[in-house]
């Protein structure tokens, strides 16, 4: 599963449904990865279902760029159900989205505690730490996503550029290199698998990288990913 970026929400019924405003590649949120209540109280069928509908109207809201509005939302489906995982996750996608960083950080590291194997939940993490210049936590949760799922594109190249800025060339090679060996179509991955063998010394092998990523480019195949 790919979660070079978060587009994609779920609604009570589990269905995939399309959002908008972060990154450039699919971010898919199946209910099947979601635990919903932890053990404890079970939410009453009036409870969960009110619940749902008030996260379906943040991700509604979401989808028409109302960052805010759908925080509200996912906050008051928490109000109802406080065990509803999926829209404490969705809460810190939204907030992610209005650029509320300290409150997205604080909603994402909420999703983490309620989801701790789900990927997604971490790679959001991820990114807002990041956002916010906050390397090590950022590595940490790239990393944790990784070890649930060692082929994520997004991470890898995220975790890439982490090492690059700090000049960790042979980390970041290896980063890239399993990146575009995991998306080969991937311009970004292959970009910067470039730039670090270049940085690193090995210049003709990255002019030979960044020659494949100019053709790639031009031929209008490749994808993307983006931070904003």
């Given at each position: ?80 159900d ?12 939204a ?14 590291q ?5 989801l701790p ?19 090590d ?40 290199r399993?990146a ?49």
């Amino acid at each position: 599963m790919h979660r070079g970026a978060i587009r994609r929400l779920v609604n009570s019924h589990g269905a995939v449904r399309a959002a908008v405003g972060l990154l450039a590649a699919g971010f898919a949120l199946a209910s099947s990865g979601l635990s919903e209540a932890p053990a404890g109280r079970a939410p009453s069928f009036a409870t969960r279902e009110g619940a749902y509908r008030a996260n379906n109207r943040g991700v509604a809201l979401l989808e028409q760029f109302h960052h805010q509005e759908a925080a509200k939302a996912f906050r008051d489906a928490l109000d109802i159900d406080p065990d509803l995982a999926l829209a404490r996750l969705n809460l810190a996608v939204a907030l992610f989205n209005a650029s509320d960083w300290p409150q997205a950080r604080e909603a994402a590291q909420a999703a983490v505690r309620a989801l701790p194997e789900s990927p997604h939940a971490h790679y959001l993490a991820g990114l807002i730490a990041r956002s916010q210049n906050q390397s090590d936590e950022a590595k940490a949760a790239f990393t944790k996503v990784l070890s649930l799922d060692p082929a994520d594109v997004g991470s890898l190249v995220n975790l890439g550029q982490l090492h690059l800025q700090e000049r960790r060339y042979a980390e970041a090679v290896e980063c890239f290199r399993a990146a575009e060996q995991a998306e080969p179509y991937n311009t970004t991955a292959l970009y910067n698998l470039g730039v670090a063998l270049n940085r690193s010394g090995r210049q003709n092998e990255g002019q030979g990288v960044l020659e494949r990523f100019r053709v790639l480019r031009e031929s209008g195949y490749g994808s993307v990913l983006g931070q904003s």
